[in-house]
């Protein structure tokens, strides 16, 4: 019996000790050969998620093409907001989520320092606004957010800095389950205490009778 109460305190503390596979956003699916870009629409509904635009929902994305000059994942696919609006991403389920990094470029992908800025909505409805640069070299760079428990993450587009994105690393936010006080745990121990103690009576009380 005491083995089986261990087991259940085992089992119920791990869900608190293993942490969720987080995804990645690659966009890659929304390769097309050639060396041109295309325009997709939005509301954009990718994996979980959704990415929509101020701009215009019609043609409010740029997928650029496996071979295309200004693809910052050359071979594969980036996902590019078009023209100097907001974008918007959520979970399509109105889920929190965690927002642990994102890769950027400039839309070109030569190198334009672009100055945007990134807000993060949270689900206890406080708000972030970071400045991000993109670096001043061909290629993609990882911006770090690890933001845990976001409603919606906004890009606000300075005029005419455009950037694609890669590698979205999000994961569906799990509700920490708060720690017990000393005093529930001095509580559970107590209870599994006199449990085990009644246990122990009984069965005496029962190797008695047999005697
Ligand atoms: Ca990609
Ligand atoms: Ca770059």
């Given at each position: 019996m005491r083995l089986s109460i261990a087991l259940a305190l085992a089992a119920a503390t791990l869900p608190l000790c293993a942490p969720a596979a987080a995804t990645v956003?690659?966009?890659?699916?929304?390769a097309r050969d050639g060396t041109s870009y295309r325009y997709v629409d939005g509301p954009l509904h990718y994996g979980d998620y959704v990415f929509s635009s101020d701009y215009s929902n019609v043609g409010g994305f740029i997928v650029p093409d496996?071979?295309?000059?200004?693809?910052?994942?050359m071979g594969n696919a980036t996902l590019a907001h078009r023209w100097d609006n907001v974008m918007y991403m959520s979970r399509a389920d109105g889920e929190l989520f965690d927002l642990t990094s994102i890769d950027i470029a400039d839309?070109?992908?030569?190198g334009n320092a672009f100055l945007n800025q990134l807000i993060l909505e949270y689900g206890d409805g406080s708000i972030e606004n970071t400045n991000v640069i993109s670096d001043g070299s061909p290629g993609l760079q990882t911006v770090t957010l690890?933001?845990?428990?976001?409603r919606r993450f906004v890009l606000a587009a300075a005029p005419r800095n455009w950037w694609q994105f890669d590698n979205i690393v999000v994961d569906k936010s799990v509700p920490q389950a708060p720690l017990p006080e000393p005093a529930s745990w001095a509580l559970m121990i107590a209870g599994f205490g006199l449990a085990g103690a009644r246990l122990r009576t009984r069965r005496g009380a029962r190797i008695a009778a047999i005697a």
């Amino acid at each position: 019996m005491r083995l089986s109460i261990a087991l259940a305190l085992a089992a119920a503390t791990l869900p608190l000790c293993a942490p969720a596979a987080a995804t990645v956003l690659t966009f890659d699916d929304l390769a097309r050969d050639g060396t041109s870009y295309r325009y997709v629409d939005g509301p954009l509904h990718y994996g979980d998620y959704v990415f929509s635009s101020d701009y215009s929902n019609v043609g409010g994305f740029i997928v650029p093409d496996r071979m295309s000059a200004l693809n910052a994942d050359m071979g594969n696919a980036t996902l590019a907001h078009r023209w100097d609006n907001v974008m918007y991403m959520s979970r399509a389920d109105g889920e929190l989520f965690d927002l642990t990094s994102i890769d950027i470029a400039d839309f070109y992908n030569t190198g334009n320092a672009f100055l945007n800025q990134l807000i993060l909505e949270y689900g206890d409805g406080s708000i972030e606004n970071t400045n991000v640069i993109s670096d001043g070299s061909p290629g993609l760079q990882t911006v770090t957010l690890n933001a845990k428990g976001v409603r919606r993450f906004v890009l606000a587009a300075a005029p005419r800095n455009w950037w694609q994105f890669d590698n979205i690393v999000v994961d569906k936010s799990v509700p920490q389950a708060p720690l017990p006080e000393p005093a529930s745990w001095a509580l559970m121990i107590a209870g599994f205490g006199l449990a085990g103690a009644r246990l122990r009576t009984r069965r005496g009380a029962r190797i008695a009778a047999i005697a």
